[in-house]
């Protein structure tokens, strides 16, 4: 059985957040809640370029494709809320909540994530590419 890069690199994207959360939670009450937020993605960012890096020399080129025009729109409200104020909120809620409670509320990321997705795109779906495709 063979498993597809991409279920591999998305299983391991998710033991290393599941990891980095208690790792947090124990460092909060020492850090304050926005430089540790900045730290965990500035690491991130550190091994995203590693990957990058070693990808670029074992292919001999680098494989980056430049957001244009409404997808760099995206990308500014992705880094936006997903890299700067979803970690801060977090780390801030980490430092408030208890362990357990933590959990279970992060255990809900995944489910309200779909749900605003689904949303999102339904609307994007019917309002803008549905008249395309008739």
């Keep these: 059985m063979t498993l597809d890069r991409g279920i591999v690199a998305a299983l391991g994207a998710a033991a290393l957040f599941g990891l980095s959360t208690p790792i947090a939670k124990t460092l909060v009450g020492e850090i304050s809640p926005l430089l540790l937020a900045g730290l965990l993605y500035a690491g991130s960012g550190v091994g995203l370029s590693i990957v990058l890096t070693a990808r670029a020399i074992a292919l001999g080129h680098a494989s980056i494709v430049r957001p244009r025009g409404a997808d760099l729109l995206w990308l500014l409200g ?5 890299g700067a104020i979803g970690p801060y909120l977090l780390m801030f809620g980490l430092q408030m909540t208890d362990s357990a409670s933590a959990s279970l509320i992060l255990n809900l990321e995944g489910v309200f994530t779909a749900l605003l997705a689904w949303f999102a795109f339904k609307r994007i779906l019917t ?4 008249p395309a495709w008739r």
């Design 78 to 82: 992705a880094i936006a809320f997903g």
């Design 127 to 130: 309002a803008e590419l549905l």
